[in-house]
């Protein structure tokens, strides 16, 4: 394998396991749920790439305004979630893992997705 090669996997490599340890960090630090992070990686994609829905060449200042709606969107979604699971905890609720059993309540024969600890 050529050297150059080898360099380029090398960084390739250090730049994803980077993006995986500032992930985990955000995730942990600021209890933002997986769905969120992946909407703000899916959002910032999107403000880098060049392709746009409304081009910034041909309008100017007016092709900023998908780019502002994607971040605003995104924003508020993360906000939203981060809201109510902070609500749920308050409320001694924790959330149940997708396609895992929570534990039954008492004298309730059904599990719940959502339980109390």
Do not use: C, N
Request: hydrophobic fraction near 45%; proline fraction near 9%; avoid cysteine.
């Amino acid at each position: 394998m050529p050297d150059w090669l080898r360099t380029i996997l090398l960084i390739i490599g250090v730049l994803v396991l980077l993006v995986v340890l500032v992930a985990g960090f955000v995730m942990w630090r600021y209890r933002i749920p997986p769905r969120g992070l992946l909407a703000m990686g899916a959002a910032a994609i999107y403000l880098v790439s060049p392709i746009d829905v409304v081009p910034e060449l041909v309008l100017g200042p007016l092709g900023l305004l998908d780019d502002t709606g994607v971040t605003v969107a995104t924003g508020l979604f993360v906000y939203k979630l981060v809201k109510v699971q902070r609500i749920l905890r308050d409320g001694g609720v924790t959330p149940g893992r997708p396609g895992q059993r929570s534990r039954q309540r008492d004298g309730d024969p059904t599990p719940t997705r959502y339980h109390r600890p």
